[in-house]
């Protein structure tokens, strides 16, 4: 371990960051001035301006499908020419420094070329250099294979390789300059009232990041959350302090209960219906998807009527058609009734680690959506999110709505009148971080840095599942059964709403619902009975909800299919599915919790 005294900081620099000559001695100077203060400083750069854009289109004039290895050895210059530029940068001003391709300072990745993952990095080069007072300049996005063959980390990535080396030299923090001042409550190009965010939590980040609020690549927060690596993401021209990115612990004490909304509008959704009610069924459906690496995102099962059961999922819009395709042929073999697609859908979710439980936080999207007229498709949630889809063209109104009904853009009171200068949320963090000795970082690393993780699974038996039969597919009904719920001081964990029924001559209903503690079931049942009539609400006083929780759920395909499959072969049927970027719930019967319990615990090694 260096002097405990001495700081190390890892800055990157993003493409729009060093566009021109002239941006390029701003940021030698950011780099200069952390030195100046007696830190180890570490950039992390990435090509100029459009430039990795530019050399993939000269490839394509040169032929349309370039030789993958190729494309890597070609975009790996666009980074080496923003490193020797950075370091005559800082030369002219006087200051020791030393440029490293990903190669060099021995950044080792496997051999997937295009998007390759980190394994792991040595630090001997890095140290050494540091040690002898100069600033170690390393270009992003970049590294080699066992084979020396080089790699690239897919597009973004350079926001990983900062990560990454901030892991393994055990640095203070990871400094993420871009064009942007920090991590807003939303978009703020869709909503003007977005308010910029002083800390936000992995998991929020994770779940923000994929939805659309894309500021840094997710698998660089996977990465940082794994590692405990505190980012501060921040505008590279403007001093002002931005967004820090931490543990838990450190962001709730400054945040509120919903941190921020994200709307995704890329996604497409698949609904099979008339799935025979069996275990292994939904297994069957993912499996292909999986062993062809199409990155499923919201799945929702609902309980099953009549003897059939109905699962819906969101794809990448550009992955429908091959997915379609796959999953007509796996919906065939498991008996299905039908596939059916939507590509004009959008996701909205609320996100924040302070919802413990979702009563209040339901009501209050479901509310604000019903009373700007817009139908909720279908919803889910997860720990710290809720999602619902709804139709595209009403996508931006409804992240509005919800925006505006969570007061996001309001400073949250607790913050309002701190005198906490921003550096207490830094000391905050390393109070409540175990440091990552490189040592662990590298003995935790074989067999690969960025390989998935799972790091629990969970059975909570203290459940009930409410379901509520005949919800007409209409906006303000899930407001409506929230409510009743919320004022009978209920709390709510899981909730899944499905795609309609096709309106077979009447009008569309759908099918809602939710899990709340065994013990309130009762009061539910009247409150609910009274709002719907009778014979409107189904229940099962107990079931089983288990989840598999970990970092690199939504990055690596496969997590679900493989929870399914442990689940099918221990011959359990799953009645519930919800899933998120950081777990998978699903609801059993509770008799088998604990034999899935057990069987989960052998499928993940746990
Ligand atoms: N230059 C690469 C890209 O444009 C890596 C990065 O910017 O993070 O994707
Ligand atoms: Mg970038």
Same mark, same amino acid.
């Given at each position: 371990?260096?002097?405990?005294?001495?700081?190390?900081?890892?800055?990157?620099?993003?493409?729009?960051?060093?566009?021109? +000559?002239?941006?390029?001695?701003?940021?030698?100077? %950011?780099?200069?001035?952390?030195? =100046?203060?007696?830190?180890?400083?570490?950039?992390?750069?990435?090509?100029?301006?459009?430039?990795?854009?530019?050399? /993939?289109?000269?490839?394509?004039?040169?032929?349309?499908?370039?030789?993958?290895?190729?494309?890597?050895?070609?975009?790996?210059?666009?980074?080496?020419?923003?490193?020797?530029?950075?370091?005559?940068?800082?030369?002219?001003?006087?200051?020791?420094?030393?440029?490293?391709?990903?190669?060099?300072?021995?950044?080792?990745?496997?051999?997937?070329?295009?998007?390759?993952?980190?394994?792991?990095?040595?630090?001997?080069?890095?140290?050494?250099?540091?040690?002898?007072?100069?600033?170690?300049?390393?270009?992003? *996005?970049?590294?080699?294979?066992?084979?020396?063959?080089?790699?690239?980390?897919?597009?973004?990535?350079?926001?990983?390789?900062?990560?990454?080396?901030?892991?393994?030299?055990?640095?203070? +923090?990871?400094?993420?300059?871009?064009?942007?001042?920090?991590?807003?409550?939303?978009?703020?190009?869709?909503?003007?009232?977005?308010?910029?965010?002083?800390?936000?939590?992995?998991?929020?980040?994770?779940?923000?990041?994929?939805?659309?609020?894309?500021?840094?690549?997710? &698998?660089?927060?996977? *990465?940082?959350?794994?590692y405990h690596v505190p980012i501060h993401v921040r505008h590279a021209s403007k001093p002002d302090v931005g967004t820090w990115i931490v543990d838990e612990l450190a962001a709730r004490r400054l945040g509120a209960v919903v941190t921020g909304a994200a709307l995704a509008k890329e996604e497409a959704r698949i609904t099979v219906r008339g799935l025979p009610d069996r275990p292994g069924v939904v297994h069957g459906l993912f499996r292909e998807l999986a062993e062809r690496h199409v990155v499923v995102d919201m799945i929702v099962q609902n309980v099953a009527k009549d003897g059939l059961a109905e699962v819906t999922f969101t794809v990448d819009e550009d992955d429908l058609e091959s997915s379609l395709s796959i999953v007509n042929k796996a919906a065939e073999a498991q008996?299905?009734?039908?596939?059916?697609?939507?590509? =004009?859908?959008?996701?909205?979710?609320?996100?924040?680690?302070?919802?413990?439980?979702?009563?209040?936080?339901?009501?209050?999207?479901?509310?604000?959506?019903?009373?700007?007229?817009?139908?909720?498709?279908?919803?889910?949630?997860?720990?710290?999110?809720?999602?619902?889809?709804?139709?595209?063209?009403?996508?931006?109104?409804?992240? &509005?709505?919800?925006?505006?009904?969570?007061?996001? =853009?309001?400073?949250?009171?607790?913050?309002?009148?701190?005198?906490?200068?921003?550096? /207490?949320?830094?000391?905050?963090?390393?109070?409540?971080?175990?440091?990552?000795?490189?040592?662990?970082? @590298?003995?935790?690393?074989?067999?690969?840095?960025?390989?998935?993780?799972?790091?629990?699974?969970?059975?909570?038996?203290?459940?009930?599942?409410?379901?509520?039969?005949?919800?007409?597919?209409?906006?303000?009904?899930?407001?409506?059964?929230?409510? +009743?719920?919320?004022?009978?001081?209920?709390?709510?964990?899981?909730?899944?709403?499905?795609?309609?029924?096709?309106?077979?001559?009447?009008?569309?209903?759908?099918?809602?619902?939710?899990?709340?503690?065994?013990?309130?079931?009762?009061?539910?049942?009247?409150?609910?009975?009274?709002?719907?009539?009778?014979?409107?609400?189904?229940?099962?006083?107990?079931?089983?909800?288990?989840?598999?929780?970990?970092?690199?759920?939504?990055?690596?395909?496969?997590?679900?299919?493989?929870? *399914?499959?442990?689940?099918?072969? +221990?011959? /359990?049927?799953?009645?519930?599915?919800?899933?998120?970027?950081? %777990? @998978?719930?699903?609801?059993?019967?509770?008799?088998?919790?604990?034999?899935?319990?057990?069987?989960?615990?052998?499928?993940?090694? @746990?």
């Open positions: 371990m260096g002097t405990p005294s001495v700081a190390i900081v890892v800055q990157k620099f993003g493409g729009t960051s060093v566009a021109t +000559a002239v941006k390029i001695q701003a940021a030698a100077r %950011r780099a200069i001035d952390h030195h =100046e203060r007696g830190h180890q400083v570490i950039v992390v750069v990435s090509a100029m301006g459009h430039s990795t854009d530019e050399l /993939i289109d000269l490839a394509r004039q040169i032929t349309p499908r370039p030789p993958a290895r190729e494309l890597d050895m070609l975009l790996s210059t666009g980074e080496q020419v923003s490193v020797a530029l950075l370091a005559m940068a800082i030369a002219s001003q006087g200051v020791p420094s030393i440029s490293f391709t990903g190669s060099q300072i021995g950044i080792v990745t496997d051999s997937f070329h295009t998007k390759a993952r980190i394994r792991n990095i040595s630090t001997d080069r890095m140290k050494a250099a540091l040690d002898d007072g100069r600033i170690v300049i390393v270009a992003g *996005f970049q590294g080699v294979d066992a084979n020396y063959n080089i790699t690239t980390l897919g597009r973004g990535g350079s926001d990983t390789t900062a990560v990454a080396l901030a892991a393994v030299i055990c640095a203070d +923090a990871c400094e993420i300059f871009t064009d942007v001042d920090g991590v807003y409550t939303t978009d703020p190009r869709l909503v003007p009232e977005a308010r910029k965010l002083d800390t936000i939590s992995y998991d929020e980040m994770l779940e923000m990041a994929s939805l659309g609020a894309g500021v840094m690549h997710s &698998r660089s927060i996977e *990465f940082a959350k794994k008996g299905a009734a039908s596939v059916q697609s939507d590509r =004009e859908v959008a996701k909205v979710s609320v996100v924040g680690s302070g919802m413990k439980t979702h009563s209040g936080v339901a009501v209050r999207m479901f509310e604000s959506l019903a009373a700007a007229g817009v139908n909720i498709q279908m919803i889910t949630t997860s720990e710290i999110k809720i999602s619902v889809l709804v139709d595209r063209s009403q996508g931006v109104e409804a992240l &509005r709505a919800v925006h505006e009904a969570f007061e996001l =853009e309001i400073i949250p009171c607790d913050l309002r009148f701190s005198e906490d200068p921003p550096e /207490i949320a830094v000391s905050l963090v390393q109070k409540n971080q175990e440091p990552v000795s490189t040592e662990t970082a @590298i003995a935790d690393a074989a067999p690969g840095m960025e390989d998935l993780v799972i790091s629990d699974v969970e059975l909570d038996a203290s459940q009930a599942r409410i379901t509520l039969l005949n919800v007409p597919d209409k906006p303000g009904q899930a407001a409506l059964v929230f409510r +009743a719920i919320a004022d009978s001081g209920i709390n709510v964990d899981m909730i899944v709403q499905g795609i309609s029924e096709p309106p077979l001559g009447g009008e569309a209903h759908t099918l809602l619902s939710f899990s709340i503690p065994s013990r309130d079931v009762s009061r539910a049942v009247e409150a609910l009975t009274q709002l719907l009539g009778p014979n409107s609400v189904a229940v099962d006083p107990n079931i089983a909800k288990l989840s598999v929780m970990g970092v690199g759920i939504r990055s690596h395909t496969g997590v679900a299919t493989r929870m *399914f499959a442990a689940l099918a072969s +221990a011959d /359990i049927n799953i009645s519930m599915i919800n899933s998120s970027e950081v %777990r @998978i719930n699903v609801a059993t019967d509770a008799a088998l919790g604990e034999i899935g319990l057990n069987a989960l615990k052998q499928a993940f090694d @746990i």
